[in-house]
Every structure is written in structure tokens, then in C-alpha cells.
């Protein structure tokens, strides 16, 4: 398992983006886990 050391914060657009990369990622069947350092999501 993979731990983030540290955090970023995205800005409010940043975040609008990484939270549709999640999304999309999470619906992917082959994919298995999402890992991030987004301290804000």
C-alpha cells in the first residue's frame, strides 16, 4: 500500500479537473485502487 508523505491543496479548478480524473479512473474495471496527495479532495 502506498502512503502520501505529503499533501498539496489544488485551487477550486484544479480540483474540479483532479476530481474527474478520479472519477474516471474509479469507473475504469481495471482499476483497483486510486492513490493521491490532494489534501482537499
Do not use: R, T, W
Not at 475504469?28 to 479532495?41: E, G, M, P, R, T
Request: glycine share 2%; net charge negative.
Amino acid at each position: 500500500e502506498m502512503i502520501a508523505q505529503s499533501e498539496v491543496e489544488l485551487s477550486p479548478e484544479d480540483l474540479e479537473i483532479f476530481e474527474g480524473l478520479v472519477d474516471a479512473l474509479e469507473d475504469d474495471d481495471d482499476v483497483q485502487k486510486v492513490y493521491h496527495n490532494v489534501a482537499n479532495l
